[in-house]
């Protein structure tokens, strides 16, 4: 039998092994339990320049022996490219690694969805790019709200992607002559974005999985599908293993381990309607937090401004167009109120190119949260298009007639297709219609340098932290995150914490675990027992509304204040009106759909206090009272120059608030301008 084989054996036997010893902590950690890890906020950047960090930390970190990595079992949660990558890279050091998915397959992992590219300070274009400009780039796009030495780790080590993926086979597009292609994104007026056509995320979670499925079969990697993470157990004050629902089975499982890393993506899927895949949910990050992990910046979220508009009442998630169309397209509507014709009908001298024409600098490529707020305002002021006047068009007669329609083909192809199976429209006879959708969130796990939660032990890697893109993501540069922490940042991080742990021979017979089990196990028995009359679904949609109106592209203190009233309600008429079908002892989506709810509905409640305790507007957190004359954000950096961290402090009581001050040393604070 192979070692892949066999531990996959394995895993019908890994809750029922004795321990080789007992802990000395016999009593299991409560969510209300005194026990749970004191909070403190410490950035553990090392001293001096920002841009000498990462070398200094390397150059100091501890070491674990390599025949010392067998000895330790690390757990990591998630498949994307953050949890793909490092699960391989930990593997390949030698670690004992169990990989956890809810999906059937690691490579269905929603990383797969992302089109349009990966950022790089390759400056391969010769066109003035280096680490630094990277750098200032996505600090000023995250209106200067994320930590300097992570960013600038992050521009370091994203020279070192490219070249890991072509090794892998990830077929970039490549210039005529064979060199690697380069395009722009918004926020840069440079081209650093590496691409393959508009299926940038699916190529490179293909090189991640062909990495993980390497491993697995050498045996240093054990895959867990279908399982979702529902618990994190701690001991002793640090994350020592995870309880799991085998999504199959209905069997609650629980896994051991020295370490766990969570890379389970972010929370847009609060809003109902989003760009993510439906499976998607803050599950896993949530029930770290009601362990003792900060929450970082929950109000951060990023509207997308190119996704299909929003068809009906019933549809349950909407299709991102990747922002690399903005390359070629151009985004306008008519110079006159409620215009119902035809776009191939409207002159050219009556259409308002209005990115172009508020923001020439950058034009149609302004940073994501500026282009989804303008579309929102030209509409909300009646120049909107289509049926329900809540779309903007996104035309590339232009591109076509200059580069041609195969050129054209060349590039976006994929995309240009999907659009019109979804919509019956030739987007290369008449323009797109386009409008924001939530797509991804800024805010997670707090992190300190190390990737490290405010939990010993606890990892968030990816969109699951906090830590790089501040108020604002700049385009593409969610998989270069991702690909960074989990090929070149854990391997060095996760060491430099294990080498002060030794292997204790912890296993599942603990206290902690079966505590954690029979928590788990009230949960689906109380959920299973309800007989109300609605869905979680319906629940799902309402709090979607909510959270849309008030807390979504615009946000002002009467809005926030009425959905602090409004989730709570529906959180109670959850708790008390849902019906879930069949049982739990089998497949049951409705039951997995009813703990990801109950999840969001805390979560949207803990985005809207964020939202308005931050009396500021910066990139995605756009409060109305805080404006500039011109409609722009207006940061306080005298009050809000900072990251709030929340405290689980209970189930009835608020939870509490801690600050992280952020201090620019390399960069200057200074007001956005895309003009």
Known sequence: MSPAKKKSAANKTAAKKKPARKSAANKAPSRKSSNRPKIKLDDHVPPGPVDQAWTEYQKKAKLVNPANKRKYTVIVVGTGLAGGSAAASLGELGYNVKSFCIQDSPRRAHSVAA??????????????????????????????????????????????????????????????????????????????????????????????????????????????????????????GRARGITVRNLVTGEIESHAADAVLLCTGGYSTVYYLSTNAVNSNPTAAWRCYKRGAAFANPCYTQIHPTCIPRMGDTQSKLTLMSESLRNDGRVWVPKKKGDQRKPKDIPEDERDYYLERKYPAFGNLVPRDIASRSAKEVCDAGYGVGPTGVAVYLDFKDAINRLGEDTIRA??????????????????KTPMMIYPAPHYTMGGLWVDYNLMTTIPGLFALGESNFSDHGANRLGASALMQGLADGYFVISSTLSNYLADIQPDGLTTEHKAFTSSVDEINAQVEKFMSMKGEKTADEIHRQLGTIMWDEVGMARSKAGLDKALREIPKLRKEFHSNIRIPGNAKDLNKELEKAGRVADCLELGELMAMDALHRNESCGGHFREESQTKEGEALRDDNKHCTVQAWEFKGETTKPSLHIEKLDFKTVQLSQRSYK
């Not at 840069?188 to 940038?200: D, M, P």
């Open 411 to 428: 590039r976006y192809g994929n995309l240009f297709d999907m659009y019109e199976e979804i919509t019956a429209d030739n987007p290369y």
């Open 115 to 236: 089109q349009g590219g990966i950022n790089s300070a390759k400056n391969y274009p010769n066109d003035g790019d280096s680490v630094y400009r990277l750098f200032y780039d996505t600090v000023k796009g995250g209106d200067f709200r994320s930590r300097e030495a992570n960013v600038h780790r992050l521009a370091e080590v994203s020279v070192n992607i490219i070249d890991q993926c072509v090794a892998q086979g990830v077929p970039f597009a490549r210039e005529y002559g064979g060199l690697l292609a380069n395009r722009s994104f918004g926020g840069a007026q440079l081209q650093r974005t590496f691409y393959a056509r508009g299926q940038t995320g699916q190529q490179l979670l293909l090189g991640a999985y062909s990495a993980l499925m390497r491993q697995a079969d050498s045996g240093s990697v054990e895959i867990f599908a279908r399982r979702e993470m529902l618990d994190l157990v701690v001991v002793d």
